[in-house]
């Protein structure tokens, strides 16, 4: 049996969780800051490196 002959099944969209609560918020930002930083530590190591090669 090919697993393309098989019809789709109906789409659903329910919420699943919550996540509105002050941990949800509080991870939400730190994991942001924790990516922002690096990325600009790539950035920066980056630049510098490129800097030697001058």
Known sequence: MSLIALPPPPAWARPV????GPADVALAIA???AAAIGTGLWLRSRYRRNEKDD
């Open 17 to 20: 969780g919550s996540a509105d």
């Open 31 to 33: 994991v942001t800051t």
